[in-house]
């Protein structure tokens, strides 16, 4: 099991950059593949970027491609989303996710379902 605490959510105007942080408990998170979600008022859950056990697989969501980077530090089991050019669109409630795999390696979850552990969220709120 794996419990996940995220940090760095804040109030940044439009153009500006937050870096979110992940850590997780427990002595195996590289045996988790992990993500990043948010959550808009009045919306769905909606992914965001997700990375394979080593970090040397990513994979973003569209609406945050060239502008996000997801990476991770397992010595530290530490998740990380670096978030430039922010817009208010951007706007919405953050969460870290894990999945335990035990597949070769390069396996990447893009769906809310596919994901069984999940922190509390950080708020991020990008002015115009």
């Known amino acids: 099991q794996v419990q996940l605490v995220e940090f760095g959510g804040g109030l940044v105007q439009a153009g500006g950059s937050l870096r979110l942080s992940c850590a997780a408990s427990g002595r195996t998170f590289s045996s988790y593949v992990m993500g990043w979600f948010r959550q808009a008022p009045g919306k769905e859950r909606e992914f965001v970027a997700t990375?394979?056990?080593?970090?040397?697989?990513?994979y973003y969501g569209d609406s945050v491609k060239g502008r996000f980077t997801i990476s991770r530090d397992n010595a530290r089991n530490a998740l990380y989303l670096q978030m430039n050019s922010l817009k208010p669109d951007d706007t919405a409630v953050y969460y870290c996710a894990a999945v335990r795999d035990s597949s070769s390696g390069g396996t990447l979850y893009r769906e809310v379902f596919q994901y069984n552990y999940w922190g509390q969220g950080t708020q991020v709120t990008v002015s115009s």
């Open positions: 990375a394979t056990r080593s970090g040397s697989g990513t």
